[in-house]
């Protein structure tokens, strides 16, 4: 965030140069103390926007901001980019977006492309367990056996569970 000029050097701006004669000293005041007055009646609002930025950042989850309409997180994104929060802002139309599943909603393909990009990342996770996963093979007929198989607790695919449980073999008894 910048540096906001003092209402002095907002005045001289104002005048484009140093007041030289009464008439711009007296104009070159007249501004400082209108910029002086106008700050002072809007610090309350200043102070509540850099508490909602604060409060915003915070924000990053669309059950927080699920209630609110797309036409009132921008208006409150509009509120924080005009104060220099570009950050909290981004953040808090970011989560909404993260919600926005109705296909007529603003902020709908930001909605879909979150959600592409969580199915990527579902999938290379997917794929970085199954790689790393070691392989487990039936003790009889060496088929690979499946992580839920249920069989799977005795070395064994579930046919030759079933298969050893209909000869008289009971599970757990040399396993």
């Not at 996770?125 to 060496?142: D, L, T």
């Amino acid at each position: 965030m910048s540096t906001i000029a003092t209402p002095a050097e907002v005045a001289t701006a104002a005048l484009g140069k140093e007041p030289t004669t009464d008439a711009e000293r007296e104009e070159w005041a007249r501004l400082r103390d209108v910029v002086a007055a106008e700050r002072a009646a809007s610090a309350p609002v200043l102070g509540a926007v850099h508490v909602l930025a604060s409060i915003a950042l915070g924000m990053y989850d669309a059950e927080s901001l699920g209630g609110l309409q797309c036409v009132e997180v921008e208006a409150i994104a509009d509120v924080l980019r005009a104060a220099g929060h570009d950050e909290s802002a981004a953040t808090i139309v970011e989560a909404h977006a993260h919600g926005d599943d109705d296909e007529h909603d603003e902020h709908h393909d930001r909605y879909v492309e979150i959600q592409a990009e969580h199915a990527a990342i579902d999938a290379r996770i997917s794929a970085e367990r199954a790689a790393s996963a070691p392989v487990r093979r039936c003790r009889e007929c060496r088929a690979q056996i499946a992580t839920d198989d249920m069989g799977a607790g005795y070395g064994m695919c579930g046919s030759c569970v079933h298969d050893a449980i209909r000869s008289g073999w009971e599970p757990g008894a040399d396993a």
